[in-house]
């Protein structure tokens, strides 16, 4: 995809490894970013986000689903799940138009990734464009302690994965009191939703601290994350990331 601000950008998509205790590849959060032409200039994704219409929301969207459809077979022979960010432009046209979500709905490992600063993502499941969502799609909150929204959405029931926030680890994790502090969230979140995934894991230091914590998944280990161009390279991606490379 390529977009002008006040130059000509255009987008590449990265793997983003999410890995088990045994530092096996359960799944993938797929990424974006926005450099110039010549690549010597990267704009915050954010930013460009903020300035994208409805058309180019989902211009954005179809990019991302069309890599993960060329490699849709290496996901279900090895039961990988594949987050796609989930923007709310995009989420009234799942809602709106039909033949939106049906696409999505043919590809089931492909889960939607919303972060705590969505819109009225407090109201939980009194929002009915929210229910609705979690009811056709797995849904997966990737930044729990951000500290943007309440606990309700997650108690409602809405999320299949929830991640907690990388800053919000790293924080906390230096406290004496972080044993009892996680322990007791896992407690809370664990009948809520089928997965728990610690965020900000990128040392040896934090892996080893938080290990004895039994979460599900561990994304932001030391593994680089691999630019998709092409087909063969979303092959090549996520071949090398299955082998630990």
């Known amino acids: 995809m390529k977009i002008f601000l006040e130059n000509l950008y255009h987008s590449d998509c990265y793997f983003l490894p999410i890995r088990d205790n045994q530092q096996d590849l359960v799944g993938v959060e797929l990424i974006t970013h926005f450099s110039s032409e010549d690549g010597t200039v990267r704009i915050p994704t954010s930013r460009v986000i903020a300035q994208l219409t409805e058309e180019q929301h989902w211009q954005l969207f179809s990019e991302q689903l069309e890599l993960l459809k060329s490699c849709q077979h290496f996901f279900i022979q090895h039961k990988l799940f594949a987050w796609l960010n989930l923007t709310p432009q995009v989420a009234t046209l799942l809602l709106d138009r039909d033949n939106y979500a049906g696409e999505l709905l043919k590809y089931p490992f492909i889960e939607l990734l919303i972060n705590e600063n969505y819109p009225h993502l407090n109201e939980g499941k009194d929002n009915r464009d929210l229910l609705s969502l979690s009811q056709m799609y797995p849904l997966v909150l990737g930044n729990l302690g951000a500290g943007n929204s309440t606990m309700k959405a997650v108690f409602d029931g809405l999320f299949t994965r929830v991640m907690l926030d990388k800053s919000f680890i790293q924080q906390q994790i230096t ?71």
């Open 175 to 245: 406290h004496r009191s972080f044993e009892p502090f996680i322990r007791a969230i896992q407690a809370q979140i664990s009948p809520c939703c089928n997965c728990i995934i610690a965020g900000g894991i990128d040392t040896p230091e934090i892996m080893a601290q938080i290990t004895p914590f039994d979460f599900h998944a561990l994304p932001g280990m030391p593994v680089a994350c691999r630019s998709c161009k092409s087909d063969n390279d979303v092959g090549s991606a996520i071949t090398l990331l299955f082998a630990g490379v």
